[in-house]
């Protein structure tokens, strides 16, 4: 069961920061009160499965209820119930049996079933698209190969209407792979006008960011003995399992085994020693998500995520890719700085909660927030370890060096530090790479969390800034936490943007902690 604290918190704090997403100007703040008695719970996930079903029987009624057209019907992606009763139920949508890229949206029921509000990817109507394309298939798979060069295709055009932007058109996504300019493998879904042939959209599918491992130091890890053998695989954590690529970049993989139950030593050599690190990050990562909002895993089913460490060579990155459902980590320049720090760890996996909630797409505005969020929960993994080796900071990827001066690789309390990241949100942002817009919520979490001004958090030194020098008063990273967790579940679709984050985090802060929070 999820541990939401009833609190009051000010909202005025809430306020003051969420302007940033939208205007860069906060007012001041005051600090939050101690917690109350109360709780907010959603559903635990043994009655997510019938919560699934009961919506899924009622998709046509509640189709028509929502006004959608003849041809457009519903799918049930997920669903949870409050404590209180409230039901937010998500889901996708089709047209003429077409799938609908942008059409989610979210419903949110009283107890007694009455519609309370509903948040949608897009408002266009659909009606009158038709489902005939002018445009030839091999023609639309032409034009996606061509749009991204040096790519093979891997999944033939399907029709789709896509309406994530924009008019809502008949188009073709096709699916081809690559290599992006860092080494990282491509999986880019190029969408085609169905009449035209003109590119619409592409997005990328791949999103980058007892043993003794290089960061974590001595830890226990979960095992499975399998006669008189050890196998890197947790039994207690939805099966989840760690493997060697030893340099190579197909497959899955060689699972860890051996014939002790201790594993690495600490030094990059060993090549156990990374996946120490990579296991015992997924294996913290599932604990704060189980332990902090009863999240039963990434797609809150019970099943756990696999790791693959020691990929390509000098690959500089780490990434989460949803068709193998697993994280993959780089060795660094020269094979010697493994991307596998903890925060790294949870940054990766969050990826894969963020594609099983809102499915925020990962370009523009909404691409920032993807990776905003995963910044924003791999710090609170690293928080929740709390290891002595990986001293928890609101700084990004510290230890790995990435940059190899010492810096780390994205900063929360002024991302503009790296050089690239936004502060605070502009016109703009939008069109920055989805690592640097993502500073923009990035540096709304921090604030929320801390405060502004100069500052000595877990004896780190930080001096956040905001627009026109006005002070910000924190609430804490708990609860900053828990309301970034709720929108993102409850409130965010597809195509949420800056603004739509604001409201997002202001309805979620009134769920957890009253409407009039002070």
């Keep these: 069961m999820s541990r939401y604290k009833h609190a009051r918190v000010s909202l005025a704090a809430l306020a003051a920061t969420t302007a940033l997403l939208v205007t860069g100007i906060p007012v001041i703040a005051q600090a939050a009160p101690s917690p109350s008695a109360g709780a907010l719970t959603p559903q635990a996930s043994a009655g997510r499965a019938q919560l699934i079903a009961d919506a899924s029987r009622q998709t046509a ?75 030839a298939a091999p023609k639309a798979q032409a034009a996606a190969l061509a749009a991204e060069s040096g790519s093979t295709l891997e999944t033939a055009p399907r029709l789709v209407v896509f309406a994530a932007k924009g008019t809502p058109k008949l188009a073709w996504e096709t699916v081809v792979t690559g290599k992006q300019k860092d080494g990282t493998p491509s999986r880019l879904h190029v969408v085609t006008d169905a009449k035209t042939g003109e590119v619409l959209s592409k997005v990328e599918g791949i999103e980058t ?26 039994a207690s954590r939805g099966g989840m399992y760690t493997t060697n690529m030893n340099n190579g970049t197909s497959g899955n993989g060689t699972l860890f085994t051996k014939s002790t139950d201790t594993w690495g030593n600490g030094q990059v050599g060993n090549k156990e020693s990374a996946a120490v690190d990579a296991h015992y990050g997924v294996a913290a990562t599932w604990d704060f998500y189980k332990n ?76 920032g927030l993807n990776e905003a969020t995963s910044d924003i929960m791999g710090t609170m993994v690293e928080f929740y370890a709390n290891l002595p ?14 940059n190899g001066d010492g810096t780390p690789l994205r900063y929360m309390d002024k991302p503009s530090k790296d ?17 640097y817009s993502s500073g923009v919520a990035n540096h709304f ?45 409850t409130y965010m679709t597809s195509t949420t943007d800056y603004a739509a984050a604001r409201t997002a985090t202001l309805s979620a802060a009134t769920d957890l902690y009253g409407a009039g929070s002070t």
């Excluded at 509640?62 to 959608?68: C, V």
């Excluded at 609908?100 to 266009?124: C, E, F, N, P």
Aim: charged share 15%; hydrophobic share 30%; aromatic share 8%.
């Design 292 to 367: 902090t909002f009863g999240r039963n895993g990434i797609r809150n089913d019970g099943v756990g995520a696999y790791s693959r460490v020691h990929y390509d060579n000098n690959y500089v990155n780490a990434f989460w890719d949803d068709s193998c459902f697993c994280m993959t980590y780089g060795d660094g320049s020269n094979n010697t700085q493994p991307l596998t720090e903890i925060d790294v760890a949870g940054h990766e996996m969050t990826h894969g909660v963020t594609s099983a909630t809102a499915g925020l797409n990962y370009s523009g505005e909404s691409g």
């Design 419 to 435: 050089g690239q990241s936004a502060d605070s949100w502009s016109a703009g942002v939008g069109n920055l790479d989805v690592h």
């Design 61 to 135: 009624s509640m189709a028509q209820s929502l006004g959608l057209g003849s041809q457009e019907k519903l799918v049930v992606k997920d669903a949870m119930r409050d404590a209180d009763g409230t039901r937010h139920t998500r889901y996708e949508r089709t047209y003429g049996g077409l799938p609908v890229l942008g059409g989610d949206l979210i419903v949110h029921q009283t107890a007694a079933g009455a519609t309370k509000s509903v948040d949608r990817a897009t408002t266009a109507s659909l009606n009158g698209i038709g489902t005939t394309p002018a445009l």
């Design 209 to 234: 960011g007892s043993g003794q491992g290089i960061f974590v130091g001595n830890v226990t890890i979960g095992t499975t003995q399998s006669g008189s053998t050890y196998q890197m695989k947790d």
């Design 445 to 489: 979490f921090y604030l929320l969390s801390e405060g502004s001004g100069a500052k000595v958090v877990n004896g780190v030194n930080y001096n956040s800034p905001t627009v026109n020098n006005i002070a910000v008063t924190g609430i804490g990273r708990d609860k900053a936490a828990a309301i970034w967790y709720r929108a993102l579940t």
């Design 389 to 402: 080796t990986d001293n928890p900071d609101y700084l990004i990827g510290e230890l790995i060096n990435i």
